[in-house]
């Protein structure tokens, strides 16, 4: 017989496996942002550059698609606009612009794993990778520290607009002892609350833990895990001296 939380884990189960999100972080990061393979896998890295956003389109996280994009417009905004200025601006268009189109897309695929992946999908997907508790313990912690500590912050930011306290004119001192001085005080809390719960949750035994989370490679996970590999690949044979184009 089945039981209705399992029925409930397979609808709140992701489009993709914790483990796939993963991999597609670590080849961001290495190829998009990282610059791994230089002009030659431009053509590549601008394929991998759509995926995050086609993913949050997926999962329907249009707020986060509408941010990432437009922080990537204004990134190559002023990559184009850079020839045009004079001085000083040029090289800080040119910084800012080439900050901004190496690292927003890593940071949407890095949003797009943590919004679509719960702690206990995490945990399972470590262990089934046979990853130390050492690693697996501190990233749990983060998955939730995250997600909590967004969450206080509005809470700070309505409550001093409650009292009239905003970021403008002579109030901007009382911006920054209202408002980080609680932020700094809830984290430390928040990090202390979250390692108590890991704690409690069992994280730390010497026995495996069981879940009901539904976790597991389907047809999406193998195309995509493939094109990880293909990207590698790819690199590899460039390494060598192969010209694919």
């Known amino acids: ?51 995050p956003f086609l993913l949050l389109l997926i999962e329907r996280q249009w707020k986060r698609f509408a941010r990432g994009i437009v922080m990537l417009a204004v990134g190559y905004g002023l ?24 690292f927003v897309v890593t940071i949407v695929m890095g949003e797009y794993l943590i919004s679509t992946t719960s702690v206990s999908e995490f945990i399972s997907a470590m262990e089934r990778l046979h990853m130390p508790q050492a690693i697996t ?36 001192g009382q911006v920054l002892e209202y408002q980080m001085v609680p932020m700094i005080t809830s984290s430390v809390r928040i990090g202390e609350e979250l390692s108590a719960s890991a704690l409690t949750r069992g994280l730390g035994a010497p026995v495996k833990r069981t879940n009901i989370c539904r976790i597991g490679c389907r047809v999406q996970d193998g195309l995509l895990l493939f094109l990880c590999l293909a990207v590698i690949a790819i690199w590899i044979l460039e390494l060598c001296g192969v010209t694919l184009w």
């Open 137 to 172: 313990i501190p990233m749990s912690v983060m998955f939730r520290l995250f997600p909590t500590i967004g969450a206080e912050w509005k809470s700070i930011r309505r409550a001093m607009g409650m009292r009239g306290i905003y970021l403008s004119g002579t109030k901007a």
């Open 79 to 102: 990559l184009f606009i850079m020839p045009y200025l004079p001085g000083a601006l040029n090289y800080i268009a040119l910084l800012c612009g080439g900050i901004l189109t190496r």
């Open 1 to 51: 017989m089945a039981y209705s939380s399992e029925k409930t884990q397979e609808k709140r189960r992701g489009f993709l496996d914790p483990r796939t999100k993963l991999a597609l972080v670590l080849v961001l990061a290495l190829f998009v942002m990282g610059g791994l393979g230089g002009d030659m896998l431009k053509p590549v890295k601008t394929g991998l550059s759509a995926l």
